[in-house]
């Protein structure tokens, strides 16, 4: 009797522990699919900012397009997302947008209601200038919600320059070039031009803009400006393009505009990895033109909810025909792509980081 008594225990034992066992595994089925429940509930909510405020980085006036662009996108955004909030555009000024993306990293309001449109170069600024640069925040963590146009800039120079091509530029023969500030694209265009290429540019700082360093072309103090928008010259310099007093002789961008097949790219220029990785540090500012941001921290959901409207947005018949009549160019890049920009430079190795910063921080002669 012991002996049967004695199994007859480690049955019920055994029966107990596979009872318990059971109820572990219904008990983490349950709570996973609790938490399945709230994961969801949190990529499916709605969109609940009944106000967005696009904050640019530049005055209404000053802004190289960016504050017209804006506008633009003000009028249509709303309507693609959920809510139909109303869209407000308010210019904040100053560091060259830098104010504004660093009011984006650290003040603004995570839930979709502020956004920023900032300058093309702001995402690669601490990478180009280093300890220099004002940006107070990691661009990777930033959220790129897209894109309005892939901006191609121009070498342009005038008849009355002593280089006439490009093989003139490339064969060093001295040349004066305007720019509008250490850290503008003009300035920085032009030192990395000379380092990379040998070309003998003296830069002339100083002008407030580009259309101060096109009257200087004019008046014969400078010989030619990089950076100059193709965009913003076929219209803005029509005339002196088709007089031949001003001529473009380089594309600078990461790939070629639809207007220019012919005209050879800076990026198809080198053969030097180390030297295409410092160029594209450089220049791919100019894929992302003009750019929109979310602040870090904003709720995965909210950030698709955006990016998915901007889409949207970039094909809406109205925002089309508006660009179309204020000629605008429009070639949007959706915000996973430009995020995946960002990310990939920041991953460059950190010689090649050193190297552009040094590139960038030299001095503007040679």
Request: aromatic content about 6%.
């Amino acid at each position: 009797m012991a002996r049967s008594k004695s199994f007859t225990g480690c049955n019920a034992g055994a029966h107990t522990r596979r009872l318990f066992g059971r109820m572990r595994l219904a008990l983490s089925a349950v709570f996973a699919l609790s938490l399945g429940h709230v994961a969801m509930a949190q990529e499916t909510a709605p969109f609940r900012a009944k106000q967005v405020t696009i904050h640019v980085g530049f005055s209404a006036t000053s802004g190289i397009g960016y504050d017209t662009y804006a506008r633009v996108l003000s009028q249509v955004l709303g309507k693609n997302l959920p809510g139909k909030p109303t869209i407000v555009v308010a210019n904040k000024p100053g560091g060259g947008s830098m104010t504004a993306a660093n009011y984006i990293a650290q003040v603004a309001a995570k839930d979709g209601s502020e956004i920023g449109m900032v300058g093309r170069g702001v995402a690669m600024d601490r990478l180009v200038f280093g300890p220099k640069s004002a940006a107070q925040f990691d661009a990777t963590k930033m959220n790129w919600l897209g894109s309005m146009n892939n901006e191609v800039s121009g070498f342009f120079i005038s008849d009355t320059a002593p280089v006439k091509n490009l093989d003139d530029v490339l064969s060093g023969k001295p040349f004066i070039v305007g720019s509008a500030g250490a850290s503008s694209d003009l300035h920085i265009f032009s030192i990395v031009t000379n380092a990379i290429f040998g070309s003998r540019m003296k830069i002339v700082s100083g002008y407030p803009g580009t259309n101060e360093i096109l009257l200087g072309l004019e008046r014969g103090e400078v010989d030619g400006l990089l950076g100059y928008s193709w965009a913003a010259a076929r219209t803005g310099s029509a005339d002196m393009l088709r007089s031949g007093k001003l001529t473009n002789i380089m594309q600078l961008g990461l790939r070629k505009h639809p207007d220019l097949p012919d005209l050879p790219l800076v990026m198809d220029l080198v053969k030097n990895e180390d030297d295409r990785r410092v160029l594209e540090l450089i220049f791919a500012r100019q894929s992302m033109g003009r750019p929109l941001v979310a602040p870090p921290g904003t709720p995965p959901a909210v950030v698709a909810t955006l990016r998915k409207a901007f889409m949207e947005a970039m094909r809406d018949p109205e925002l089309v025909e508006t660009a179309r009549k204020l000629t605008l160019e429009i070639d949007a890049m959706p915000g996973e792509e430009v995020q995946a920009i960002v990310e990939r430079l920041h991953a460059f190795p950190s010689a090649v980081i050193e190297r552009t910063q040094a590139l960038a921080n030299a001095p503007s002669t040679r």
